[in-house]
């Protein structure tokens, strides 16, 4: 113990006469630290830590996998869940659920409240009870019963005050009357982020028995000791079955059991880790430059190491005092790097999209602070051993000499420092080349042609209450949209509006298979089905959509009108593919189906509606007077900062009722940004840390040359005093330093081949082995590698004979 202290003491006093070398250090080390800890803390929360349910490792979803348009996570019909839920035997239970939205009215404003449907084991497969009240009863599924609804604790507290006698209470959503039964603890928000309200699924006997009507998602609690792999082996052959039972209606459907925790996270953890990755390669870069500034500190320190040695001092006590001296180095650099990490996060969580799970509440806790006290000593080791095993062998009878030339400087010394920057160009470009793919992906995202304008373009979104405006195909909800949208174009600032059921469509949106007159069914596998939206005459118009065949719906095709669709580009090169779709007339469901025959009277041009990077789909469009929808997205098209015209347009729609809340407002600008946030955020860091690695390189092959440059002043004199030029003095440095770029470069080049390929998935039109960036990155390497090459080769040229030829 106190040779210990003995070491720290001579250790922080060696550190504090050299304060240029432990600033450099300590900084170089707090960089690589911080960064680490940051991204481990996100990885820590978001991936590593376990989904607040009990035994959360049997949760699963299960979905249908429908091959006919490629969604391997689609949804399932009534009958269908029933069969997966009752012939199977490796789940404890499975139960039913839907995202849904209501409108809160009575108490207070009326406001717009995220919810979900669900049967009555939902919470009990989640595991989860509530913390005050009931949830639902399976009796509370049946049709009439089902009045109740159950409160998340946000909604509880901001909307009722927290009441404790809230239990019981009547509120009215979406115009129907339900009393709320029970309270959810804080934290559950199952199954989006933003959920905040339960009601039970309640059908009746016809309901129950469409197995063709795809709109309800389950989740499962596998037994114990089963595992995904069994399970989804189980459900393959359930599913098999149920397709050769009912081919018309399920072909092409099979089963799909992802892990909940896996299904929450997404490609979230890819991206963490290869992040996590990026921050280690800059971490071990920041290493190898400390090493260096060791090794050329060794260096001037070798006669004292060596009389050290001469009096007795063993070379493991040696070792041990160096390593000492690096273990206070990463501590410091450590604690730094802490204080760099929660700046680093609180910027990282403010700049990050919303829809990041857990997100907020990322921490540096035990785990994270234990990964940083840890990860600080592993970089005390790593970058401390070289030094200390180098210089605690000195060369005594060339060292102690009266003006010995140190024998570190030696030619050992120098392949040392020259190997470690190889190293750390080899890492630079790996992450340059990265770097590099994330940007050209970015900006290829950002070109896309989407098939309409977003410029001045204002959006939100309206669902009217059943009760109020009538649950089948009556008039009440398309006169309400009518008058609002003449109210919203007689604004000042507003050039048109219109709307439509869905302006973004998901992988799994509301559609249908379709039949073509004149032509015969479709296979079961062959079947694509389309997205069905109904639109206002004028919202192509006002979307941007042109026109490319026929023409736009208008007051022609009202609710007596023979029925007519409108049809996109995509469908129409598909299935007309040699002639003009117009005129032709199709049906969704089978010919056989009760649907009634639709005129095609226009084909629009494709719009990216399922976002920037998915396939275009085919999508039809019907005249939402034939097709009457409660819930509808209002555009606004305004001349200028569409944003401006908000509060107008909540006041017009108070002005038609004053219980009907307005939700979702947003630019159609920054709708798109939101849509490549997670993409704009990975580019960023990818970049980010990809810069700091290309600086510390450059740091570190200036700091070896000009370590060198010193080193070599006699030689280089003796150079200059036999005739050699400045310019071949500048030749043999910068061919040298250039040499160590190159060979680093050339390392770099294979790895990045090998690595990049696991960013595939996140990449969009871009080769992970895209030439063009792979040699972008080694050029501007080359290029830094050359300017940090070339000031210490112009101070070489400077040295003057004499002075370097002077003997100590």
């Known amino acids: 113990m106190n040779n210990l202290r003995q070491d720290l003491r001579y250790g922080l006093r060696m550190l504090i006469k050299n304060p240029g070398f432990t600033l450099i250090a300590i900084f170089t080390l707090a960089v690589g630290i911080g960064a680490n800890t940051a991204i481990f803390s996100v990885l820590n929360e978001v991936v590593m830590r376990p989904l607040p349910y009990p035994e959360p490792d049997r949760l699963a979803m299960v979905w249908m996998n429908n091959t006919r348009i490629n969604v391997a996570e689609d949804w399932h019909s009534w009958p269908n869940y029933v069969d997966y839920r009752d012939q199977n035997r490796g789940f404890e239970s499975i139960a039913a659920f839907n995202n849904a939205s209501f409108n809160l009215t009575g108490e207070g404003e009326a406001v717009r409240v995220v919810g979900a449907w669900g049967t009555a084991n939902l919470f009990s497969t989640l595991g989860v009870n509530p913390i005050r009240g009931r949830v639902f009863t399976t009796e509370e599924e049946e049709q009439g019963r089902g009045m109740v609804a159950v409160l998340g604790y946000g909604l509880w507290q901001r909307q009722f005050g927290g009441d404790p006698q809230v239990i019981g209470k009547n509120i009215s959503l979406n115009g129907v009357t339900r009393t709320v039964i029970g309270v959810m603890p804080a934290g559950f928000n199952f199954p989006r982020k933003e959920t905040e309200l339960w009601i039970p699924i309640t059908l009746n006997q016809q309901n129950r028995q469409q197995r063709g009507s795809f709109w309800i998602q389950a989740i499962g609690r596998m037994k114990r000791g089963v595992t995904i792999q069994q399970a989804q082996t189980e459900m393959s052959n359930i599913a098999d079955r149920l397709q050769k039972q009912f081919p018309e209606m399920l072909g092409g459907y099979g089963s799909n059991i992802v892990a909940y925790q896996e299904q929450v996270i997404g490609n979230l953890k890819l991206v963490l880790l290869l992040l996590f990755g990026a921050v280690g390669f800059v971490l071990l870069i920041a290493c190898t430059n400390v090493a260096n500034l060791s090794l050329a500190r060794a260096a001037a320190r070798e006669k004292e190491i060596a009389i050290r040695t001469a009096m007795g001092a063993g070379r493991l006590r040696l070792v041990r005092q160096l390593l000492t001296e690096s273990a206070v180095l990463a501590l410091v650099g450590g604690t730094i790097g802490i204080i760099l990490a929660v700046v680093g996060l609180k910027a990282l969580i403010a700049i990050s999209p919303q829809d990041i799970p857990r997100l907020d509440q990322v921490r540096l806790d035990g785990r994270v602070l234990g990964f940083a006290l840890a990860i600080s000593m592993l970089t005390g080791l790593v970058f401390g051993i070289v030094p200390a095993l180098q210089g605690s062998k000195p060369n005594l009878n060339e060292t102690l000499k009266e003006g010995g030339r140190s024998a570190t400087a030696g030619r050992q010394g120098r392949r040392i420092r020259q190997s470690l920057v190889a190293v750390e160009f080899a890492v630079t470009l790996v992450l340059l080349a990265g770097a590099g793919l994330m940007i050209r992906s ?194 606004i098209r305004a001349g200028s900062k569409p944003d401006a015209l908000a509060a107008s347009v909540r006041q017009a729609v108070r002005e038609l009722d004053k219980d009907q809340p307005v939700y979702g407002i947003s630019t159609m600008s920054a709708t798109l940004s939101e849509m490549v946030a997670r993409r704009r955020l990975n580019t960023l860091l990818f970049s980010l840390f990809a810069v700091i690695a290309l600086l510390l390189a450059s740091v570190g092959i200036y700091g070896v040359m000009a370590t060198a440059v010193t080193q070599r002043e006699r030689e280089i004199g003796i150079r200059m005093a036999l005739g050699a030029r400045q310019r071949d003095v500048l030749r043999l440095v910068i061919g040298q330093g250039m040499i160590l770029a190159l060979m680093g470069a050339a390392a770099g080049l294979t790895a990045a081949w090998a690595m990049t390929r696991l960013m595939r998935s996140l990449l969009y039109d871009v080769s992970a082995t895209d030439p063009l960036i792979f040699g972008s990155a080694a050029l501007l390497l080359t290029l830094v590698a050359l300017l940090a090459c070339y000031l210490p080769a112009r101070r070489a040229t400077r040295i003057d004979p004499m002075i370097a030829l002077r003997y100590e």
């Open 442 to 635: 970015f900006l290829h995202v950002q070109q896309v042609n989407l098939g309409f304008n977003p410029d001045n373009l204002l959006t939100m979104r309206l669902r009217l209450a059943g009760e109020k405006y009538g649950r089948g195909q009556g008039p009440v909800a398309v006169n309400f949209y009518q008058q609002l949208i003449q109210r919203v174009e007689s604004i000042p600032g507003v050039q048109a509006t219109g709307a439509v059921s869905d302006i973004f469509l998901s992988q799994t949106p509301n559609s249908s298979n379709f039949s073509i007159e004149g032509r015969p069914d479709f296979k079961p596998t062959e079947q694509i089905e389309t997205p069905v939206d109904a639109v206002t005459p004028n919202f192509f118009r006002v979307f941007g959509t042109p026109l490319l065949r026929g023409r736009f719906f208008d007051e022609r095709d009202g609710p007596e009108a023979q029925p007519v669709v409108i049809i996109n580009e995509k469908m129409a090169r598909q299935f007309w593919p040699n002639e003009d779709p117009v005129g032709h007339r199709i049906k969704y469901g089978t010919l056989s189906s009760g649907d009634s025959w639709k005129t095609i009277v226009g084909v629009v041009a494709n719009a990216r509606r399922t976002g920037f990077d998915n396939e275009i789909r085919c999508e039809t469009f019907l005249p939402h007077a034939q097709s009457p929808n409660r819930e509808m997205a209002l555009l």
